[in-house]
C-alpha cells in the first residue's frame, strides 16, 4: 500500500533549498508524505520556468533516511547528465567529491561531471535527509544550501493537483 499524503514527517528529514540570492526562478515540483511507512520526499527547481539547457539551474530533491525516491531522482538525474544518444554504463562512473555550504557549514557530497556536456549530479546526506542535486551553467561548489520550513515564497505550478505543503499547525 502506498498512501500519498502531504500531512506528517519523517524523524529528522528537512527540505533544502538553494540560498535566497538564486537570482532565477525558484519551484516546487513535487512532494509525497508516505503515512505507513513514514518516508517524505520533496522536488524543488531553481531556475527558468521553462527549461531552458542555456540557463542555470538547479534541481533538490530532499527524501527522508532510506526513501527509494532518492535512488529513483539520481536515476533520472542520470538521464541528463549522459549526453543524448549515449548508452548509459551498467554502473555509475567514478564520483569525485565537491564541497557544498549547507546552513553555513562545508559538506562533502559525491559529484558526477560529464565532459560531454555542462550537465552535473551530486549526492550527499545531511543529518537525516538524502539530498540530489543537478544542474547545469552553474558549478556544483558555487551553491550554497539552507533548510527551509516554509514553501509559500516557492511558486507551485501543481498546487491544484497537491493540496497544501508544509502542513500547517
Not at 521553462?50 to 532510506?66: C, F, K, R, W
Not at 535512488?71 to 564520483?95: Q, T
Not at 544550501?145 to 500547517?168: C, E, H, I, K, W
Request: charged content about 20%.
Amino acid at each position: 500500500m502506498n498512501d500519498q499524503d502531504t500531512r506528517g514527517s519523517a524523524e529528522g528529514f528537512n527540505v533544502l533549498a538553494v540560498d535566497a540570492n538564486w537570482p532565477e526562478s525558484r519551484q516546487v515540483t513535487g512532494h509525497g508524505h508516505n503515512r505507513v511507512t513514514g518516508e517524505t520526499h520533496v522536488y524543488l527547481w531553481f531556475g527558468s520556468p521553462h527549461i531552458d539547457p542555456e540557463v542555470q539551474h538547479v534541481t533538490v530533491l530532499s527524501a527522508s533516511s532510506g526513501n527509494a525516491e532518492a535512488g529513483d531522482a539520481l536515476e533520472r538525474a542520470f538521464e541528463d547528465y549522459y549526453h543524448p544518444g549515449e548508452e548509459p554504463p551498467a554502473s555509475l562512473p567514478a564520483s569525485e567529491p565537491v564541497i557544498i555550504t549547507t546552513d553555513g557549514n562545508p559538506m562533502t557530497f559525491e559529484l558526477w561531471r560529464n565532459s560531454n556536456n555542462r550537465y552535473w549530479v551530486a549526492r550527499g546526506r545531511v543529518g537525516g535527509t538524502e539530498v540530489v542535486l543537478s544542474g547545469s551553467e552553474i558549478q556544483s561548489g558555487e551553491l550554497s544550501l539552507v533548510r527551509v520550513s516554509d514553501l509559500t515564497s516557492f511558486q507551485n505550478p501543481y498546487a491544484s493537483l497537491m493540496g497544501d505543503f508544509p502542513p500547517s499547525g
